[in-house]
């Protein structure tokens, strides 16, 4: 994190901004307009994109994924226009806690993962297309999104290091310890063998 230059109320309230606009569902959103049916109680129970793509529609997943990086974006832009750098990082970490425990579904949502790239683009982009391209890598190796999802996140802090992005280090140790949180049912899966691979309906 960048050395403390906002206030306690500054802060708070890029949190409490950033945490909103992440909390918004799109995966819900998204399959319930186009009636694919109740995203609850379809494969994972997930509320992502890689769940969205269970039920047979690409359009809706690729809407959830582009959208669901996109709040994670717009939180660290429109903070950036306003606020110095400690509180657009704290924006960018409320808006990550805020798509995976959105108050609309009960503080249960989504791992968190698109969000998490979303942020990382906007706030500094080489890091963010070397996570992309991390993912895309051991997903296209492996189809696992979830393994891929761990290893993007898991090498996001070393990345940062060594392409000079220090002051990124820590959010990228924060946002990695709560995508594994998110996936510790993941990956006990991973480790059992009975992961669900991309495109699966399972």
């Known amino acids: 994190m960048p050395l403390f230059e906002s206030s306690l109320g500054v802060v708070s309230l890029w949190a409490l901004i950033g945490y909103l606009l992440g909390s918004v569902p799109f995966g819900v959103l998204i399959t319930r307009s186009l009636g694919l049916g109740n995203l609850r109680e379809i494969g994972s129970g997930n509320i992502g994109a890689t769940n969205v793509l269970r039920t047979g529609n690409k359009k809706a997943a ?3 994924l582009v959208l669901d990086g996109g709040k994670g974006a717009l ?7 306003f606020v110095p750098e400690d ?5 960018a970490l409320a808006a990550f806690v805020g798509h995976c425990f ?3 579904l009960g503080f ?3 791992k968190g993962v698109a969000t998490f790239l979303g942020i990382l683009l906007a706030l500094w982009w080489p890091l963010g297309v070397t996570a992309c391209a991390t993912w895309l890598v051991i997903a296209a190796l492996f189809r696992y999104s979830s393994l891929a999802a761990l290893l993007a996140a898991g090498l996001a802090p070393v990345w940062a290091i060594l392409m000079g992005y220090g002051v990124a280090s820590l959010l990228c140790v924060a946002l990695a310890l709560l995508i594994y949180l998110r996936h510790s049912a993941n990956i006990a899966r991973l480790r059992a063998g009975t992961e669900s691979r991309i495109g699966s309906k399972g």
């Open 62 to 64: 690729v809407a959830t």
């Open 87 to 91: 509180a657009v990082q704290i924006a």
């Open 75 to 81: 939180a660290v832009l429109l903070a950036r226009a």
């Open 108 to 110: 249960r949502g989504g």
């Open 102 to 104: 959105p108050i609309w």
